[in-house]
């Protein structure tokens, strides 16, 4: 990606995205003063990817603490509205944690929130750059020093960041030691985040890839043409389950019969050590119009139901290997992995 391009800052005066539901067609930022305005930008995708939502929920609390200075609230307006922006997806755990972070600071004043909240956004970056190079690293040692052939799911790249990316930014650091011959992009039903975004990324870095549907991903894989698959994470359990975005858990069990890695990319801070395994995740189920229209014109008679999961989980013993900032950990045949922080 162009290095002037932040899917996500601060303006000093409000939180800037870049409105993902635009691209690629449109590059356009969005500044952000309002909680309203926020909770519907995360809703509708304006601003998504685990590490991105942790960062936009930490200054989310700053614009809180603004307008509630603004508006006169009273101190339980205020926690409600931070609470709104903490609930606003409830998979990705890293929402959640950002506002964790950031919300001892509140009796302080929104200066001591925004010092903080601006910390996590660095963190992210140097973590996600960390995380590129300890997972480039393994695949090299695992798979031999060549040009490899990857495939991943939804967008895991610096517009699901701060600024650098989780998978892709694995694949940013194979690519920058010249490492990569071509990545499958999984174009991602219902909302089309690979096709969108991930492949505009790699647009953007003169990387070579294939848009493929996302129900080609397992004979592409199974044919011989992919030497690793590389996603990132919505959150993992204590156990190392893991939830990503709809049809992940396919491309885990085609990587498994291949006998080819699979890799989740993701910072510590998506590993989620109350939440004990998979089966306790929540998945948010989103808006049957996502899966029953398309570009507003209906695509299944009237009176269809819809089954929209947003995310799915991978059990543990099908992820080869997790890259974080600090190392890879990797998952013996058969065995689940302990997770602690």
């Not at 930490?58 to 509630?68: D, F, N, P, T």
């Not at 998979?91 to 910390?119: I, Q």
């Not at 960390?130 to 090299?140: K, N, P, S, T």
Request: proline share 5%.
């Amino acid at each position: 990606m162009t290095a002037d391009i932040a899917p996500i800052a601060w303006t000093g005066d409000a939180l800037r995205l870049v409105d993902q539901t635009l691209l690629p067609a449109r590059l356009v930022h969005r500044d952000v003063t309002e909680v309203d305005d926020l909770v519907d930008a995360i809703r509708r995708l304006v601003v998504r990817g685990a590490p991105a939502l942790g960062v936009a929920g930490a200054l989310g609390v700053v614009l809180a603490l603004r307008q509630a200075e603004r508006e006169n609230w009273d101190a339980a307006t205020l926690d409600s509205a931070i609470s709104r922006i903490r609930e606003a997806r409830p998979t990705a755990v890293n929402l959640a944690s950002g506002v964790d972070r950031v919300r001892p600071f509140v009796k302080k004043g929104a200066e001591a929130v925004l010092t903080e909240a601006l910390a996590l956004l660095d963190e992210d970056i140097e973590g996600n750059r960390a995380i590129g190079r300890h997972g480039a690293d393994w695949l090299a040692a695992r798979l031999g020093d060549r040009p490899l052939r990857l495939l991943t799911h939804c967008n895991a790249g610096a517009l699901a960041t701060a600024g650098w990316g989780t998978a892709l930014g694995v694949v940013r650091e194979l690519h920058m030691r010249n490492r990569v011959e071509v990545v499958y992009a999984d174009e991602t039903r219902p909302l089309l985040q690979g096709s969108r975004l991930t492949a505009w990324e790699l647009e953007q870095l003169g990387v070579a890839y294939y848009v493929q549907p996302d129900g080609a991903a397992a004979s592409t894989i199974l044919r011989g043409h992919v030497d690793a698959a590389i996603v990132g994470a919505d959150r993992i359990a204590a156990n190392g389950d893991t939830a990503n975005k709809i049809g992940t858990v396919g491309i885990a069990l085609a990587c498994a019969a291949a006998g080819i890695p699979f890799v989740v990319a993701a910072p510590w801070s998506t590993i989620d050590p109350a939440t004990a395994d998979g089966t306790q995740i929540p998945i948010e189920q989103r808006d049957s119009a996502e899966v029953l229209s398309y570009a507003g014109d209906p695509v299944a008679p009237p009176g269809a139901r819809a089954h929209n999961p947003a995310f799915d989980v991978t059990p543990a013993r099908l992820v080869t290997a997790l890259a974080t900032e600090t190392g890879v950990l990797e998952v013996a045949a058969g065995r689940t992995p302990a997770l602690s922080l």
